[in-house]
């Protein structure tokens, strides 16, 4: 069974710094496109950041320069760098996958089981 283990949420003053990971477990033949997602109490999901299996990243609006995203394919590991948070930050992370269950060009889209992020002073 194929799983999306999320670690490193947590609470963090205004202006302090958090990593977030998130490691694809199971069998499976390939992890393609990853991102991070956050929903905030009473918002919808919104997308934080995207990364390909290749390395090519973008970042919405409201995080640029602030968060950074990187992923280390031989460990299926994605991370979420993020510096100078804001309380407008909190809000629980999902990370997000599209794996290969087995080598071909077909993928599946798992969901991690979310981590909270509180940032206050």
């Known amino acids: 069974q194929v799983q999306l283990v999320e670690s490193g949420g947590g609470l963090v003053q205004p202006g302090g710094s958090l990593r977030l990971s998130c490691a694809a477990s199971?069998?499976?033949?390939?992890?393609?496109?990853m991102a991070w997602y956050r929903q905030a109490a009473g918002q919808q999901r919104e997308l934080v950041a995207h990364i390909t299996r290749g390395g090519t990243t973008n970042y919405a609006n409201s995080v640029k320069g602030r968060f950074t995203i990187s992923r280390d394919n031989a460990l299926n590991t994605m991370y979420l760098q993020s510096n100078s948070l804001k309380p407008e930050d909190t809000a629980v992370y999902y990370c997000n996958a599209d794996i290969a269950l087995v080598n071909g060009p077909y993928t599946y889209q798992y969901w991690g089981q979310g981590a909270q992020v509180t940032v206050s002073s």
């Open positions: 199971g069998s499976f033949a390939r992890v393609d496109d």
